[in-house]
């Protein structure tokens, strides 16, 4: 896409969703990181249905070490990998208090720092809870990269750089959540919603039906 076609995919984008936002529940800093370390390979969904039990016993976290690590997996248990995200979690709060006064950092290198923590968890970090124009490249976003012709790259990293290269400095900032969103939801692994799409006159995407527009 040459930069008008990029601009036109994103200004779809946003109007068909203004402010978009993630869809994990928190409420603090440290209830989106750990929101964010339970998603791995897991939904929204399970990570909410989780958390919304664990924040009301333990949301610092103090209170999550003084839960205990048992405790805390009889928790997480219902979501996939708990046993290594919960030994995670652990060493993560014990650094967060002993290295960052109980904070959440707002710096790249103190965020992979954290056992678990690599970067695309700190991407969504800095996008959701600092304000950064960072874009955390997921299975939706890597998919959507390469399919549209948006960033074609054949690793996470080179869809992440292609992104921050090409996609215009004034939807960076919600950029991370339009094409989630829209790889969630309509441009699916399996059978793309291309007829629904709002930008599908502007894709790539060789197999659509392209009797429709």
């Known amino acids: 896409m040459n930069l ?6 994103f200004k779809r984008l946003q109007q068909q969703n203004p402010l978009p936002a993630t869809e994990l529940i928190y409420h603090s800093h440290f209830e989106l990181l750990i ?8 939904t929204d969904i399970a990570v909410n249905k989780a958390t919304n039990k664990l924040f009301t016993i333990a949301n610092t976290p103090q209170d999550i070490l003084v839960l205990g690590e048992a405790e805390l997996k009889s928790y997480i ?14 060493k993560t709060c014990q650094r967060l208090i002993d290295d960052f006064s109980g904070q959440v ?16 968890t700190a991407n969504v ?10 874009i955390a490249v ?6 959507l990269g390469n399919r549209t012709g948006l960033a074609p790259g054949k690793t996470v990293r080179e869809v992440e750089e292609a992104l ?3 996609v215009p400095e004034a939807f960076q900032l919600h950029a991370h959540h339009w094409l989630i969103l829209h790889g969630r939801y309509t441009c699916t692994a399996r ?5 629904e799409c709002v930008v599908a006159n502007l894709c790539r995407y060789r197999t659509k039906n392209r009797q429709t527009y």
Do not use: W
Not at 105 to 120: C, F, I, N, W, Y
């Open 4 to 9: 008008q076609q990029r601009e036109l995919f």
């Open 35 to 42: 929101a964010v370390l339970l998603s791995a390979q897991s």
């Open 77 to 90: 248990r219902t979501i996939g990998l708990y046993n290594s995200k919960a030994r995670h979690i652990m």
């Open 105 to 120: 950092p707002d710096d790249r290198k103190a965020l992979e720092s954290l056992p678990g923590v690599g970067r695309k």
């Open 125 to 134: 970090i800095l996008n959701c809870a600092f304000g950064h124009p960072t």
């Open 138 to 143: 997921d299975t939706h976003i890597f998919r």
């Open 164 to 166: 921050m290269k090409n």
């Open 191 to 195: 059978k793309p919603l291309c007829q």
